[in-house]
């Protein structure tokens, strides 16, 4: 469903908002791309506060590629989330609400938040971890986890969070990926009800992660675990320690001294660690914040994202409490104990702001059409959506049931390695067109490209290409060759411009619309899946000769992941068979990489060079089996093979 309807953001957004006019948004926009320098220069003065002033904005190169920001200027992000507030009004307000799986709610104070976090740096420090170690961070949504974040970056440690809903496996290799020396971790975690043993995966992963010394462990859940003398270490007991000091001096860091690594998919097997820089991150992080949602001192702002992602680094830690706000964050799922939860929340809570992913959309808007009727929301003001394109039902139910027809829709595209938000409309001027994510935040400079390298015309579909350096881009990729996978990735593809794997048009009013990923990675819920890394999962089970993974559309998903398999001998094709390769995958990689479907197949469709004719399978998956409209087959070994492709399909 198309809609041409557009949507002016009401009157009582517009009046109390930071930027209340398309004037203004086009004044500051330009200025921020006519001289980006100054506007930025003037922007990290207001939103952080620097131990020493940088000598150079910014130093730039995109061909090597290079790009430095505020060199020369010490900060610490912990400093400006937490003692910067306590040195005000802020002091006794709310940093961090925390709402437990099964319906508690935690408070943290600026003050409160900030000796916890002096606490645990102090204890970090004392067991040997100093500026530049790699701490894992394997943790749900438990309140600690923001401690452990903010501990680090006091002393100028480089935490990387693997996403609890990781296999060990998976959590394994981002260790051995990282160097990392320390591991927190938490007893177990619960989500929907259920008990994630995290800490008996901890153990399993650490049995080949020899560079973990340490290994902090949360009481979460009172589950019965093993502590290895030596290197295990209850977090409370730890932190509780009379020898331990409730201060602790910021580390100052170099702007562009790493904050964070988070593993990222890409086209390659291999998950990507993307770099972020401490100075410029946190700017992007405290500016979007302000301005995209609109974010006022009294507010309460709830973002369901997870903190293994990073939306839950940006929007639930970083930006929320770079700015002084109150940030509300949800262990639980969106439909446990009902399709309501979330609505729940946001009555319990008095949210203002309100922040998901369109798969949760699309799953309330199934599951609980009605949910959102019985809760009072008159205290929504802003919701945003991340992760895919918004389907226009999506959009509109969001609109209409959720926000009641009052409440701005903020449509943020962005990315793990942008950081911060960068294409999105802003809640009190920009008028809203369902499904476009609309125009560029302050400083973002698009540029939609051609298969030609030319600048794509009105409506014509390419790829979204960004001109110019923003402040909270990646700065590198953690490991060996940072450089040529900078440029393999993201820097060689159309040189001398940022290409950020989507495919996207611009409408005759300057408006994105984003069109999905052009690479080999689906976006599985919001997720980023890497085809590359689901084959080699197949692969590696014994009955699997060779696979190829590709995504299809899925109702609530965005995308589904669909695997045609093809068995060694010795094998025949049995649901038993499926149910195993199946759960080989969700070992090897987590429950977010399984295949929705698993096709056998006798063969798959290949070139005389021996690739896969990807864009065959793509179109089989998605149900597409008429031939007319398949291309060119003649390069391909066997022809026939995919007619018996399209007659086994499942359901065909
Ligand atoms: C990819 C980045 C950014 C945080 C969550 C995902 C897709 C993200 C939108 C949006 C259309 C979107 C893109 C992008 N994406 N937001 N509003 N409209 N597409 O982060 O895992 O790094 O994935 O998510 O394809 O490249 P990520």
């Known amino acids: 469903m198309a809609t041409e309807q557009i949507f002016i953001p009401t009157k009582e957004n517009q009046s109390r908002a930071w930027i209340s006019s398309m004037e203004e948004y086009q004044k500051m926009y330009d200025a921020s791309v006519k001289d980006p320098e100054k506007f930025w220069d003037e922007q990290a003065k207001e939103f952080l506060y620097w131990k020493k002033p940088w000598d150079t904005t910014l130093e730039w190169d995109f061909t090597k590629p290079y790009v430095s920001w505020f060199k020369g200027g010490l900060t610490n992000a912990s400093y400006n989330c937490l003692d910067r507030h306590t040195q005000g009004l802020h002091r006794n307000k709310a940093a961090i609400i925390w709402e437990s799986d099964g319906g508690r709610t935690k408070m943290y104070t600026y003050q409160s ?15 040997g971890v100093k500026k530049g170690d790699v701490v894992a961070i394997f943790m749900p949504m438990v309140p600690e986890v923001v401690t452990a974040m ?8 480089i935490h990387t969070i693997i996403f609890s809903g990781f296999s060990s496996q998976a959590l394994r290799d ?12 938490v007893d177990a975690g619960k989500r929907g009800g259920k008990v994630i043993p995290l800490k008996v995966m901890a153990d399993e992963a650490m049995l080949e992660t020899p560079t ?120 639980g799922i969106p439909t446990y104990p009902n399709a309501g939860r979330f609505w729940e929340i946001c009555e319990k809570h008095a949210v203002n702001q309100f922040y998901t992913a369109p798969t949760a959309i699309r799953s309330l808007m199934k599951n609980g059409p009605d949910e959102p009727s019985k809760y009072n929301l008159s205290n929504l003001r802003i919701l945003g959506s991340v992760g895919e394109p918004i389907n226009p039902e999506a959009w509109l139910w969001y609109f209409h049931e959720v926000g009641q027809g009052r409440c701005s829709v903020v449509d943020t595209w962005w990315q793990t390695e942008s950081g911060a938000h960068m294409i999105s409309n802003l809640p009190g001027c920009t008028p809203m067109k369902p499904g476009s994510a609309t125009l560029p935040f302050f400083g973002v400079q698009p540029i939609i490209l051609t298969e030609e390298k030319k600048e794509a015309a009105v409506d014509e579909d390419g790829r979204l290409c960004i001109k110019f350096p923003w402040p909270s881009m990646l700065r590198r990729m953690w490991g060996e060759d940072s450089d040529k996978r900078m440029m393999d990735n993201y820097f060689g593809i159309f040189p001398g411009y940022y290409f950020s794997g989507d495919g996207a048009a611009l409408d005759k009013d300057g408006y994105y619309w984003l069109k999905g990923r052009v690479d080999d990675v689906i976006n599985v819920s919001g997720h980023r899946m890497s085809t590359a890394e689901v084959e080699a999962a197949l692969n590696s089970h014994a009955a699997v000769a060779e696979s190829a993974v590709v995504g299809y559309p899925h109702e609530i998903k965005g995308e589904g992941i669909y695997g045609y398999v093809v068995l060694n001998e010795g094998f025949e094709p049995s649901d038993d068979l499926t149910q195993m390769i199946v759960g080989h995958v969700r070992k090897d990689i987590g429950p977010i990489a399984s295949p929705d479907y698993i096709h056998f197949v006798p063969d798959l469709p290949k070139t005389r060079s021996g690739k896969i004719m990807r864009r065959i399978v793509r179109k089989i998956a998605a149900g597409k089996i008429d031939k007319e409209g398949f291309g060119d087959l003649s390069t391909l070994v066997d022809p026939d093979i995919v007619d018996v492709i399209i007659e086994t399909r499942p359901n065909a």
């Open 113 to 127: 938040l900030l000796t916890k976090v002096c606490r645990f740096a102090n204890v970090l420090k004392d067991h």
């Open 150 to 157: 903010l501990a680090c970056a006091r002393i100028g440690a």
């Open 174 to 185: 981002r260790i051995q990926d990282s160097n990392a020396k320390c591991l927190i971790t």
């Open 212 to 331: 973990i010394e340490t290994c902090f462990v949360v009481t979460h859940s009172r589950a019965t675990i093993n502590m290895q003398e030596g290197r295990d270490f209850y977090y409370h007991e730890e932190t509780r320690r009379r020898d331990i000091s409730n201060e602790c001096e910021p580390e100052w860091v170099e702007a562009d001294h790493p904050l964070f690594i988070l593993y990222t998919s890409g086209s390659t097997g291999k998950p990507k660690g993307v770099v972020h820089s401490t100075g410029g991150y946190l700017l992007g992080c405290a500016i979007t914040t302000k301005y995209v949602f609109d974010l006022h001192d009294e507010d309460i702002y709830f973002c369901s994202a997870d903190v293994g992602w990073i939306t839950g680094h940006s929007y639930i830690v970083y930006g929320p409490l770079c700015i002084g706000g109150t940030s509300l964050m949800f262990e």
